[in-house]
């Protein structure tokens, strides 16, 4: 054995011999079962120790979250939990949110988004007070037509400006009544 080959393999087995002797289990690859785990945050690496998934409880929100990465490291998945539901997030290549599937008051709801920084809602389906609802928006998140029941369960559609206060007064309002249907402009 050369002078090199000895200044490696020495320390080796010192190591080794160090830890045979104190009990230290330099890797434990046994499976063990636990009955409870109290943590903040379990996270689970791959072999190179990035990320891929996390469950973690957010103390700012109040809610516990389960999020899965993809190979960029950027979220692809989110699940979460609140005090009023839970909610599932869908985000593209870039980390910015898609979609969602979520609880909205005591009903559920399924958005999706532009996909952005900004989060901008362009498509809603949703529970309304008179049933299900479909909302569309336009590029700044303001609704531009909405789909859906109205008191008398029947159908309604209303048209609307897309900007804040034109989503007060619909523009077109085709409205399904007892009496037939009726069509509104706002002139």
Known sequence: MSKYERLVIYPLLFIALFCALTGVNVVNATQQVFDKIIAREITLVNAEGESLASLKYDERKESVSFEMYGDDGLRALSLLAYDKGGAIGIF???????????QEGQAGAIYLYNGTVKETKLLGLRSGLYGGVLEVNNARG?????????????????????????????????????????????K
């Open 92 to 102: 593209n290549n870039e980390g910015h949110l898609t979609a969602a599937i979520q």
């Open 142 to 186: 303001l609704p531009t037509g909405i789909l859906g029941n109205n008191a008398h369960n029947n159908g309604y559609l209303g048209l609307f400006k897309g900007e804040l206060l034109g989503f007060l007064t619909p523009q077109i309002m085709l409205n399904v009544g007892e009496d037939g249907a009726s069509i509104e402009s706002n």
